[in-house]
C-alpha cells in the first residue's frame, strides 16, 4: 500500500493517539501535534520503536493562529507532502446552560473547535491544493447534528464544524481533495473528565451502565475513510455505540 504522510491534530490523547498508532502500525509517516510536548515526545518515540515509522512532532496551540502557522511553515520540504489531515483536536469546556454560561468556557470552545480546525485547515490546504489530492477529515460530533440540554455551545461549535466540512467540500471539489466528516457519539476517552474540569467521578458517570464508543473504535473509521480508493469519500459520517440511538437515549442498564 502507498506509504501516506498524515497530519493528526490532538494526537496526545483519545480519538488523536490513538488514530496515530493505527496509522503507524501501518507503516505510514505521521506529523503528530497537541500542546502538551512532554506527551507528544513520548508518543513520537513509542511509534519510531514499536512500528519503525518516520515521525514529526509539532507542539502548538491551535486557537494561536500565529503559532498554528509558525509551526506548519517550519515542516521540512518532504514532511509537506501531507496525504491526510485529521483536524480532531477539540474539547467541550463546562456543561451547563447558557444563561450561566461561562465565558471562557465558550471562548475555550470555539476559539479550538471552530477557529482553531480553521487556522489549521488554512495552512495547510495551500499544500493539498500544489500537490492536487489530499484528504481532510474533520472530526465532528452527534452533538453537530442535534442540540441537548447544557451543550449549547459545545453543540454550536460542532454544527459549526458540520458546516465548515459541507463548505469545504464545495471549496476543494475542483482540487481532487476528499473531505470527510466523522461524527461520533459517546466515547470513552478524557473528553468529559476537561468538560468536567477534572471531575473523574462525573466523568465516569458519562459512561456507566452500557458500552461506549472506544478511542480505537473511531481510529478504525479514520483509518478506513483514509484507505479508500481514490475516487471514493465517505463525506459524512454518523457513529454511535449500539446502547445509543441519538444525543437523548441511552440504553443504560
Ligand atoms: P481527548 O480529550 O482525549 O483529546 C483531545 C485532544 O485534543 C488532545 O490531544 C488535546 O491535546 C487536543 N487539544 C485540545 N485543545 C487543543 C488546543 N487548543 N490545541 C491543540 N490541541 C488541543 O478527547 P477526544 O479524543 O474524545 O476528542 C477528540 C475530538 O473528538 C474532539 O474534537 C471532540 O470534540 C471530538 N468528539 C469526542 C467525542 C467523545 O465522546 N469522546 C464524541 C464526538 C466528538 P493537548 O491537551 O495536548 O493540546
Ligand atoms: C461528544 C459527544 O454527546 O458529549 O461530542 O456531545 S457528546
Not at 461520533?184 to 468538560?195: Q, Y
Not at 471531575?199 to 480505537?216: F, L, T
Request: with cysteine; proline share 2%.
Amino acid at each position: 500500500m502507498e506509504k501516506k504522510i498524515v497530519l493528526i491534530t490532538g494526537a496526545t490523547s483519545g480519538f488523536g493517539e490513538a488514530t496515530a498508532k493505527l496509522f503507524a502500525k501501518n507503516g505510514h509517516s505521521l506529523i503528530i501535534t497537541g500542546r502538551r510536548k512532554e506527551r507528544l515526545d513520548k508518543l513520537s518515540n513509542e511509534l519510531i520503536s514499536e512500528f519503525n515509522v518516520e515521525v514529526f512532532p509539532l507542539c502548538f496551540d491551535v486557537q494561536n493562529s500565529v503559532e498554528v502557522e509558525k509551526a506548519i511553515s517550519i515542516l521540512p520540504e518532504k514532511w509537506q507532502n501531507i496525504d491526510v489531515l485529521v483536524n480532531n483536536a477539540g474539547l467541550a469546556s463546562g456543561y451547563g446552560t447558557i444563561q450561566d454560561g461561562d465565558i471562557e468556557d465558550w471562548d475555550k470552545m470555539i476559539n479550538t473547535n471552530v477557529k482553531g480546525l480553521l487556522y489549521v485547515t488554512k495552512n495547510i490546504t495551500p499544500l493539498l491544493i500544489k500537490r492536487g489530492k489530499g484528504h481532510i477529515i474533520n472530526i465532528g460530533s452527534t452533538a453537530g447534528k442535534e442540540v441537548y440540554l447544557n451543550g449549547g455551545v459545545y453543540c454550536a461549535s460542532k454544527h459549526a464544524v458540520d458546516a465548515i466540512s459541507k463548505g469545504l467540500r464545495i471549496d476543494l471539489l475542483d482540487h481532487g481533495i476528499k473531505v470527510t466528516q466523522i461524527c461520533p457519539g459517546a466515547a470513552e476517552t478524557e473528553f468529559s473528565e476537561v468538560r468536567f474540569h477534572g471531575d473523574k467521578e462525573k466523568a465516569k458517570n458519562v459512561y456507566k451502565g452500557y458500552q461506549p464508543m472506544s478511542a480505537e473504535d473511531i481510529a478504525e473509521l479514520i483509518y478506513y475513510s483514509a484507505t479508500l480508493p481514490a475516487h471514493l469519500c465517505i463525506n459524512d459520517l454518523v457513529v454511535t455505540s449500539l446502547a445509543q440511538a441519538n444525543s437523548f437515549y441511552i440504553n443504560r442498564e
